[in-house]
């Protein structure tokens, strides 16, 4: 879609206003719309605060939709700057509910039954609302039970989708007509948010990952995660059990009973999620967590996840382990594996600025090691040197990060490595168990045989492109002529070497044929050939002594 074209609708007018009105004039530069009716008439104000804070109040201003893009990009710390993330941590996602009437319509519409077939009690006055979804307490009238309604906001898809699109095409200008800007990949950030955002408003599959999150569950877990009523969930509705408490975010740490307790608890469960089950919350911020009224913790709003394959978490745990030990080296060839680095990357520099990295952490003690924090400047570097990590690995330690400021936010005191470490240990010593090593080499065995039964067909596709003369091979040297002067001189010196060789053969065969003239009784012609011969073998032999080349 093109800029102009996209400039005459509604919601990019909306959208370029609000922006101009927190001081982003360069960004519509950069767009060629400052000659446009619509941004004639904009008033600029004086702005005195920072870009990033700027940043988070025009997406407030640019209403729920916006909110929860900025909400959804502040877990990807990989793609944009960490200050950024920080802000955009801050968002807002206190909205206005939905009318009542429409709330009633939208849940007798997703069920097809009327309301008071499926309630015996339905709160009108809804317990939280925010930019997708507002939620409802309620009874189920057959199973009497009391249960969460959670209802998406009507038309919510539809707009985020024109949302979407409109960002879309402004990233795609902005990263062809702006060279700072290049380095964040803003189509790619678009791409990413519209992938994760689309997911997080379907909420049969939040009540796919509630059921996984409960299957990890066992008698000792100290977070609790609602059941699921599958029988009452679609895309658009979510009705999972009923927990009384209180939101994290609205209590005073000092008021808890004991807040040691449920820190460990909290970070416990976070560090499980995330080590052992290798499937865990994506942002465990106080917003998201109820205090029970028996002092428990639980874990709401499943939207956004992550998932931690078996190889993930060996790597996490050798990256773990060459922080706690500063090891530099092991640090940069993990992170080299991770990311699959390429050999182009320099190795020593990078090495040195890890070893800066964490020497900014020597001074603190592994008591209080922030190792989220340590994980994000590493991730910050990594981008430096055009280095990726897997998504679900950034997300992960977005969300190490968020459930280790929370823990701390009840109690300072709390010791991340000291309750990790337990996990860390079962860890790293399932890697060795036989059973486990069997396993890893039987995978490794069938993966060769597989790709040894597709060897042959690959073959056979090269052939075929040789005989169809489709077979480009693209090939680059660089600082190849100190290569190409050896390899001169090496033929040179063979070539003189062979015509030495041939003139004393060649000499010996005139010697013994006795033919005149003769010197000294023998052929002329022979010693002549000898006499050349010696003199171009000491000067060849002198040669190769002096450039120490042998």
């Known amino acids: 879609m093109d800029i102009r074209r996209i400039a005459s609708l509604g919601r990019f007018k909306d959208i370029v206003m609000i922006l101009m009105k927190y001081g982003f004039d360069d960004l519509v530069q950069r767009l060629d719309l400052s000659d446009t009716p619509i941004i004639r008439r904009i008033h600029r104000a004086d702005q005195e605060l920072g870009t990033y804070e700027r940043i988070r109040l025009a997406i407030e201003d640019l209403g729920p939709t916006f909110v929860k893009l900025g909400q959804v990009m502040s877990l990807r710390p990989d793609l944009l700057p960490r200050a950024l993330v920080t802000e955009l941590g801050k968002l807002q996602d206190d909205v206005a509910p939905v009318e009542i009437a429409t709330i009633h319509e939208l849940i007798e519409k997703n069920l097809q039954s009327p309301l008071k077939d499926l309630f015996s009690v339905f709160d009108d006055q809804p317990m939280g609302a925010a930019s997708l979804a507002q939620v409802h307490r309620g009874v189920l009238r057959k199973e009497g039970l009391i249960v969460a309604v959670k209802v998406q906001r009507p038309g919510i898809r539809k707009k985020i989708e024109k949302d979407l699109d409109i960002m879309a095409t402004v990233a795609e200008q902005l990263h062809e007509r702006s060279e700072d800007l290049k380095v964040y990949d803003l189509p790619k950030l678009v791409r990413v948010t519209r992938r994760n955002l689309l997911r997080e408003i379907d909420f049969t599959r939040e009540a796919r990952y509630m059921r996984i999150a409960r299957s990890y569950q066992n008698d000792e877990s100290k977070v609790y995660i ?48 995330i080590l052992e089950d290798g499937f865990f919350h994506a942002d465990p911020h106080p917003g998201n967590m109820l205090i029970t009224e028996d002092g428990g913790l639980c874990l709401l709003d499943w939207g956004a996840i992550g998932r931690l394959t078996e190889r993930d978490r060996y790597e996490l745990i050798d990256l773990i382990k060459s922080i706690v030990d500063k090891d530099s080296k092991g640090l940069m060839d993990t992170l080299l594996v991770i990311t699959n680095g390429q050999s182009t990357i320099d190795r020593r520099s990078l090495e040195r600025e890890l070893l800066e990295v964490l020497d900014s952490y020597h001074a603190v003690s592994v008591k209080n090691l922030n190792i989220g924090q340590l994980l994000m400047d590493i ?34 005191d709390l010791n991340i490595i000291s309750e990790a470490e337990g996990y860390v240990r079962q860890l790293a010593m399932q890697r060795f168990k036989s059973r486990n090593m069997w396993r890893n080499i ?33 090939f680059e040297h660089e600082n190849l002529g100190g290569l190409r002067n050896t390899m001169e001189n090496t033929f040179n010196r063979l070539t003189l070497g062979v015509i030495i060789a041939a003139m004393i053969i060649g000499s010996s065969m005139i010697i013994t044929t006795g033919v005149g003239p003769l010197l000294f009784g023998l052929p002329a012609l022979g010693i002549l050939g000898y006499l050349i011969s010696g003199i171009l073998g000491l000067w060849l032999a002198w040669n190769i002594i002096r450039t120490r080349r042998y």
Do not use: N, W
């Open 379 to 412: 991730t910050t570097l990594l981008r430096e040197y055009h280095l990726t990590l897997p998504s679900d690995l950034v997300i992960m330690i977005k969300a190490l990060m968020t459930a280790e400021g929370t823990a701390r936010h009840i109690y300072p």
């Open 442 to 474: 039987r995978a490794s065995v069938m993966e060769f045989f597989a790709l040894q039964r597709q060897f042959p067909r690959r073959i056979a596709q090269v052939t075929d492109m040789i005989a169809r003369g489709e077979l480009k091979i693209h």
């Open 226 to 273: 609602p059941k699921v009523y599958d029988d009452y969930c679609t895309q658009r509705l979510l009705i999972t059990e009923f927990i009384q408490g209180t939101k994290l975010k609205d209590l005073d740490p000092q008021q808890l009973e004991a807040p040691e307790v449920l820190a460990k608890q909290g970070l416990r469960a976070a560090i499980k999620q």
